[in-house]
């Protein structure tokens, strides 16, 4: 991120990847309400699972909805995941950067290099590992949420996923979901104390200070 101007702040893009299963939905909404972060709805051509929300889990649209607004340009990002289309609307992330709010995207790796290539100042990237690919299978088995085919598609995918680590700014293993979840909030504290998005506050209190100086400065203590 660029100096910030003084007096202005931009939100931060924290974006988090993992291969299914890793417990990236599970740590992104508790993240989400930890720190008061926004979390960035996409869109999607996949049917809800039993429980998901309209609106709140993903926007579910039809393939012919999903490509009508491609050819329009409101994503700012989109990629196919597990033969499924997902997307993250355009006005999401300039909500995001003209209100000065943190926004959590959980998105794949293609999404999370889209977002790093357009907002390489804001993003901030954290991928999630599982503790061992047996867990992680486990994880997938237990969650049942998906067709046994389904999530055997998505153990085959998590070696092309797990491939893609080097292009994130943190990792973090969730193995004890307390331990990630401290990781992650740290991981977001630390992004927010950045001097990039600080530096309005030492900006603004410099004037002050010069402003309360008498005239002519004192001779340097040292
Ligand atoms: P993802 O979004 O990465 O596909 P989920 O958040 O849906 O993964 O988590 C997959 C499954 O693993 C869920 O059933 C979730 O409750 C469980 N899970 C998540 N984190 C942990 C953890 N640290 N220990 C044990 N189970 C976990
Ligand atoms: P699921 O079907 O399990 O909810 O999500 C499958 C994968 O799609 C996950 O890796 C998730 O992070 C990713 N995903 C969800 N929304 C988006 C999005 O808007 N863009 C991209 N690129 N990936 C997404």
């Keep these: 991120?660029?100096?910030?101007?003084?007096?202005?702040?931009?939100?931060?893009?924290?974006?988090?990847?993992?291969?299914?299963?890793a417990g990236k939905t599970t740590l992104a909404h508790l993240l989400a309400e930890h720190e008061k972060l926004e979390f960035s709805v996409s869109y999607t051509t996949r049917a809800p699972r039993a429980g998901e929300r309209e609106g709140a889990d993903?926007?579910?649209?039809?393939?012919?909805?999903?490509?009508?607004?491609?050819?329009?340009?409101?994503?700012?990002?989109?990629?196919?995941?597990?033969?499924?289309?997902?997307?993250?609307a355009v006005h999401t992330v300039n909500r995001a950067l003209e209100d000065g709010k943190d926004y959590l995207f959980d998105i794949d790796y293609q999404g999370g290099a889209q977002i790093r290539r357009?907002?390489?100042?804001?993003?901030?990237?954290?991928?999630?590992?599982?503790?061992?690919?047996?867990?992680?299978?486990?994880?997938?088995?237990?969650?049942a949420t998906d067709a046994p085919e389904a999530i055997d598609?998505?153990?085959?995918?998590?070696?092309?996923?797990?491939?893609?680590?080097?292009?994130?700014?943190?990792?973090?293993v969730n193995d004890n979901l307390e331990t990630?979840?401290?990781e992650l909030t740290s991981i977001c504290v630390a992004a927010?104390?950045?001097?990039?998005r600080r530096s309005h506050y030492g900006h603004s209190l410099l004037t002050e200070a010069r402003q309360r100086e008498p005239s002519g400065r004192p001779p340097s203590s040292q």
Aim: proline residues 5%; hydrophobic residues 40%.
């Design 58 to 88: 993903y926007k579910f649209v039809t393939d012919e909805e999903f490509a009508r607004m491609v050819d329009r340009g409101e994503f700012a990002e989109w990629a196919v995941v597990h033969g499924h289309r997902y997307g993250t």
């Design 153 to 172: 598609k998505r153990l085959a995918m998590a070696t092309r996923e797990l491939e893609h680590f080097g292009e994130y700014d943190y990792l973090v």
């Design 192 to 196: 927010r104390c950045a001097r990039s």
């Design 1 to 21: 991120m660029t100096e910030a101007e003084p007096g202005k702040h931009r939100g931060i893009l924290l974006v988090i990847s993992s291969p299914s299963g």
């Design 118 to 143: 357009q907002w390489p100042d804001e993003s901030v990237l954290v991928f999630i590992l599982p503790p061992s690919m047996a867990e992680l299978e486990r994880r997938l088995r237990r969650r």
């Design 180 to 182: 990630a979840l401290k």
